[in-house]
Structures are given as C-alpha cells and as structure tokens.
C-alpha cells in the first residue's frame, strides 16, 4: 500500500502562489506515477497534473497550463504542486494520487491511492 498527505494548502490572493506537498510512504515511491486532482463542493473531480515515475514526463489540462507546475523529488518521497497565478476557479480540495503503472493518466480512475485532500481557497 502507498499513505499519501497532503499540506501547503490554504487561502491565498489571486495572482499569489501557493505550493502544495504531497508526501508519500509505502513499499516503493520512485515506480509510481503521481498525479493531482481537485473538486469543489457538488462538482466532478477534475484532472489537474500528471507525472511520471521518473519525472521525464508532465502533463497538464489548458485550464492550468503555464500557471502550475508539478515535480517530484523521489529522494524525499515528496511530490509537489507549485500554484502561480491562482484564480478563484482554482478553488478547491487538491489530492494527490498515485497509480501502481508507470504511464500518466488523466481520469481518477486510473489512480489507486488518494490522499486526504488539502483545502485550496483562492480569493478575489
């Protein structure tokens, strides 16, 4: 199995930043792709970044592309969610996610370990 928490949320300014920490234990990280999602109240959860085992590869939706960047330090066990420029529509709860494969997915479904979810509230 693959814990996963969630921190760094909270509220910020629209046009701040903000960088969310994702640290994970379990029998192996580094074979893992990670992946972050979020959801507002009432609403699907959304695909927000993806990458993969290694860090060779990122992927992005056009809603957060070129403000938020993904990363991860195997070393630490660690993935991050770096935030520029936060709208209010990117106001939400962010998890992270885990897949057992190496390939980048985009539906939550192709996740199996989820973490706690962190608090997002980006103020106009």
């Known amino acids: 199995q693959v814990q996963l928490v969630e921190s760094g949320g909270g509220l910020v300014q629209a046009g701040g930043s903000l960088r969310l920490s994702c640290a994970a234990s379990?029998?192996?990280?580094?074979?893992?792709?990670m992946g972050w999602f979020r959801q507002a109240p009432g609403k699907e959860r959304e695909f927000v970044a993806a990458?993969?085992?290694?860090?060779?590869?990122?992927y992005y939706p056009d809603s957060v592309k070129g403000r938020f960047t993904i990363s991860r330090d195997n070393a630490k066990n660690t993935v991050y969610l770096q935030m520029d420029s936060p709208k209010p529509a990117d106001t939400a709860v962010y998890y992270c996610a885990a897949s057992r494969y190496p390939a980048l997915g985009v539906g939550a479904g192709s996740y199996d370990y989820w973490g706690q979810g962190t608090q997002v509230t980006v103020s106009s």
């Open positions: 990458i993969s085992w290694n860090g060779g590869r990122t």
């Open positions: 379990g029998r192996t990280f580094s074979s893992y792709a």
